[in-house]
């Protein structure tokens, strides 16, 4: 079946524009991630929605950054007034939402601030 | 305060050689996953393991998971230039969030 797909895979833009992120999990996974990885680093985890609770934000680094899940699937992640310190990977998992918590997780969008 | 500590960050060693990764921890998980990341693409999930001292075989690739719940261990023998990559270890618990490391990178040369 198909796997987790992101959208853009590149993205180029200007300092103080927004942009949007978007994720497609897989069909039937009730748990959704994103993640930030920055060049040859771990993962930084960014917010979790799992089924109908209340996402879990703490890992956004500022008010500028948002994210909704709509109809328990698809995701999108919005970053206003970019600047280049955003700049990085940004990578989606979902998960089937067992207590294993195993993620599968997309080829990522590549966010360039110039 | 990073929940899991993997050791070492770097490890770059020839095609034969043996080598073994660390991931630690003070807090107790149910579960611990182990991923690889190769270049442009995201994390692959290579195994889980899920009950104190278990261990899981991948062909060449030995996963140990600590008595306490609290370690894991991946252990590579006769590594290949196509083991190269990112490997994170992740912790769960029966709520929330999965919890990652920070990573190894390895470079297996020819």
């Known amino acids: 079946g198909a796997g987790v797909s992101q959208s853009p895979s590149n993205k180029v833009t200007e300092k103080g524009k927004d942009v949007e992120l978007r994720c497609d999990p897989i069909?039937?996974?009730?748990?959704l991630y994103w993640y930030r990885q920055s060049l040859g680093q771990g993962l930084e985890f960014l917010i979790y929605?799992?089924?109908?609770?209340?996402?879990?934000k703490s890992g956004l680094p500022s008010d500028r950054f948002s994210a909704e899940r709509t109809g328990g699937s698809v995701s999108t992640l919005t970053i206003q007034r970019t600047q280049q310190e955003d700049s990085a990977v940004y990578l989606c998992?979902?998960?089937?939402?067992?207590?294993?918590?195993?993620?599968?997780f997309g080829p990522g969008t590549r966010l360039t601030v110039t | 305060t990073q929940l899991l500590e993997q050791s070492p960050q770097f490890l770059s060693i020839q095609e034969g050689e043996n080598l073994t990764v660390y991931c630690n921890s003070s807090?107790?998980?149910?579960?611990l996953q182990w991923y690889r990341q190769e270049p442009g693409e995201g994390p692959v999930l290579l195994v889980t393991?899920?009950?104190?001292?278990e261990v899981k075989k991948l062909k060449r690739l030995t996963f140990q998971f600590g008595d306490a719940r609290k370690d894991s261990s991946l252990h590579i023998t006769a590594a290949q230039p196509g083991d190269t990559g990112l490997y994170l270890c992740?912790?769960?618990?029966?709520?929330?969030?999965?919890?990652f490391g920070r990573g190894t990178q390895l470079t297996v040369w020819p």
């Open positions: 998992a979902s998960s089937p939402g067992t207590a294993l918590r195993e993620q599968y």
């Open positions: 069909s039937g996974h009730t748990a």
């Open positions: 929605f799992q089924g109908n609770s209340a996402p879990d």
């Open positions: 807090s107790v998980f149910s579960s």
């Open positions: 393991v899920v009950t104190g001292g």
């Open positions: 992740a912790g769960g618990s029966t709520l929330g969030r999965l919890y």
